[in-house]
């Protein structure tokens, strides 16, 4: 029962990100002989009872007496050894927390350990000790800024015996860390935080908007380009902030030095220690020439590129190896800018010491924590690169959407059906993993949609990679039967979309291509066999993928030049597909209908009929077209191609 409270209240803070941000936080329930504590790099807003680790609290009581070594990196190293070992279970392969002997120390059956920003707001300003002595007395204790791990659990050790009472005040205040708040219960931990929030609640002042708003339109002529200034061995992906509280931080260099340096050890492990604010406003040509020469700047100072770059009046950006540590380290600094603001009701903004932060830079600790955020990069080609799928809610282009998803693709979905493409993105994002999947509608027959579509693609993730022109419609009919209007839509769509996809995704990847020489970007066609043969009395969207190809052979001729391969992969019949097996309104349907294929009494013999004009027989699938997407990508070296995947029915020539 009481890891099953341990659990629910867990998760209640959790998934709070008020309280707890970039899975971090700690809880733990103890009884006489056993502790159980959250495990390392186990997110406690999913966790469940595989994610705590039970250690021997007569294991952990002798750490507290025991000599050991003056080097800190020895003296962390034989601490983590002695964590393993009071491990219940030794042949666990989970990781003790580091703060395990701190939740042992507490003497709380339940201890909830987290970081709200109006707790690190109060401590990380001029007069926040004066100000917790002020609002909760004897009922907490204030730890000035300690190093984590063995000399921190020391110095609580010490503040508690310190106290004229016998008892553990239900709050332990910890100097750029958080808060740890005990109890006999889950509800009484609960009472404790509610309360103690707020009366800080009650201290602050007003800060600015911290809503999400509408980005400037420029930001997607710059970002591309920051992106690859900030991409050395591995391509980066971005995350963006615009809302009035980046906007506040941003408005000058004045008031982004409230910022600019590390609040707690989460925004030096995150977003690392400083951020880059990029001190101009003009065109997105003046303000990119500015971040060029001020991120070799940042690196010569510090040694590293940003992860953050605040542009001025803006917002706010963050690169990473992937999008999800992307988001984190953005959701991080804008928890430090909340910091900052409430700040200033406790007497302004005060950041870690210098040598605190290079104790946290490069402790084990943290650096394992860094590790687990970032995860692996991935055995693909295609890992974290960013994608665009048209018409990619459902059907062929649906299966090309699952396909790069689990290759860790970042994929925009481009649909008109906005239910089911945010559906999809949602089931697809779901399943884990450091790449992320969003939807934007889209119309590919609009210029204006598809250009906000490639803006929205930039502002989601950084840039752009791989645009795939896959929406089309088919509309068969012979000359006596096709209208005008019908013609038109499916010219639109199938021809002129493929036309305005070309012309805006372009104009990122050749901006890219500008600051990152030597780094390739697609864009694909989906095209058709009907675009390698003529289609009886299917002209219109025959003609369509004709004029397709040889768009593709002149887009490949003209952007060469700036890295973009362009290329055409030609798909047999997807006979699995809506379009031939939709039970009411499929071709198959249709077909035995129209008595279209002699002698056919069912479905299956009409599909038997198709199928036997295939010299693989059988029709295409999606992991045929998504073995031509990843050869397409991966070769450096091909171009302007009309690639056939349609099982020997149709060969070039």
């Known amino acids: 029962m009481a890891l099953k409270d341990l659990i629910e209240i867990s998760r209640l803070y959790g998934s709070d990100p008020d309280y707890v941000l970039a899975g971090g936080g700690n809880t733990s329930f103890k009884d006489r002989k056993t502790l159980f504590v959250k495990s390392s790099g186990i997110p406690l807003a999913t966790i469940d009872e595989s994610g705590f680790v039970a250690l021997t609290r007569e294991k952990l009581s002798v750490m507290s007496i025991r000599k050991y070594s003056a080097n800190a990196a020895l003296r962390e190293d034989e601490i983590k050894r ?157 995350a963006f902030l615009a809302s009035g509280l980046a906007s506040h931080f941003t408005k000058s260099a004045e008031t982004f030095a409230k910022v600019s340096s590390a609040f707690t050890p989460d925004q030096i492990v995150y977003c690392k220690a400083y951020a880059l604010y990029i001190d101009e406003d003009g065109t997105p040509e003046e303000i990119i020439t500015a971040c060029k020469a001020a991120c070799a700047s940042f690196k010569k100072k510090n040694g590293y590129a940003p992860k953050i770059v605040a542009l001025k009046g803006i917002g706010i950006a963050a690169f990473e190896d992937n999008a999800a540590s992307a988001e984190i380290a953005l959701a991080v600094f804008e928890d430090a800018m909340k910091i900052s603001a409430y700040a200033a009701s406790f007497g302004g903004p005060r950041f870690m010491s210098q040598k605190a932060i290079s104790f946290i830079d490069s402790w084990e600790v943290e650096n394992y924590r860094r590790s687990i955020s970032k995860g692996a990069h991935g055995a693909s080609h295609l890992a974290q690169k960013i994608a665009v799928v048209t018409g990619g809610a459902q059907g062929f282009g649906g299966g090309i959407v699952e396909h790069l998803h689990a290759d860790g693709v970042n994929v925009i979905i481009a649909d008109l ?47 752009l990679d791989v645009f795939i022109s896959n929406a089309g419609i088919l509309r068969a009919g012979s000359l006596d039967e096709m209208d005008a209007r019908t013609f038109d839509i499916m010219t639109k769509v199938n021809y002129t979309g493929y036309f305005y996809s070309a012309k805006y995704a372009s104009k990122v990847m050749k901006l890219q291509h500008a600051h990152k020489p030597g780094y390739f970007t697609d864009i694909i066609q989906i095209n058709s066999k009907s675009g390698l043969a003529g289609s009886n009395k299917n002209f219109a969207y025959a003609g369509g993928k ?5 768009l593709t052979q002149s887009f490949a001729l003209e952007l060469i030049g700036h890295g973009i391969k362009v290329n055409s ?43 036997d004009k295939v010299p693989a027989r059988r029709g295409c699938t999606v992991i045929d077209v998504m073995r031509a997407i990843r050869y397409v990508v991966e070769q450096e070296y091909e171009t302007g191609q009309a690639v056939p995947v349609t099982g020997g029915q149709e060969m070039l020539k």
């Open 417 to 463: 059906n906005e239910e089911k493409g945010r559906a999809y993105a949602d089931v697809l994002n779901a399943a884990g993993g450091k790449n992320r999947v969003r939807f934007v509608k889209a119309d590919v027959s609009d210029p204006a949609s598809v250009e906000a579509l490639v803006r929205d693609t930039v502002i989601a993730f950084g840039g």
């Open 82 to 238: 002695d964590l393993l070992a009071a491990r219940v279970d030794p042949t666990s392969n989970l990781r003790p927390s580091v703060e395990a002997s701190l939740h042992d120390l507490i003497e709380h059956p339940y201890i909830v350990h987290t970081h709200p920003h109006l707790v690190n707001a109060l401590m990380c300003g001029k007069t926040g000790a004066a100000a917790v002595k002020k609002l909760f007395g004897d009922d907490a204790i204030y730890v000035p800024y300690t190093d984590p791990g063995y000399t921190l659990y020391m110095r609580v050790a010490t503040e508690i015996k310190r106290r004229k009472s016998k008892t553990v005040p239900p709050m332990i205040f910890l100097e750029n860390h958080g808060v740890f708040v005990g109890g006999e219960s889950p509800a009484a931990v609960k009472r404790v935080y509610d309360a103690m929030i707020k009366k800080i609640r009650a201290l602050t002042k007003k800060i600015p908007d911290t809503s999400r708003i509408t980005p400037d339109p420029k930001v997607a002529d710059m970002l591309p380009a920051v992106r690859m200034l900030l991409s050395e061995n591995t391509v980066k992906v971005g």
């Open 569 to 611: 992969i030609c798909p047999g019949n997807f006979f699995d597909g809506p379009l031939w097996s939709d039970p009411k309104n499929g071709l198959f349907v249709q077909y035995l209908k129209a008595k279209k294929v002699p002698g056919a009494k069912t479905i299956a013999d009409v599909k038997k009929f198709y199928e």
């Open 546 to 550: 004709f004029g397709g190809i040889g």
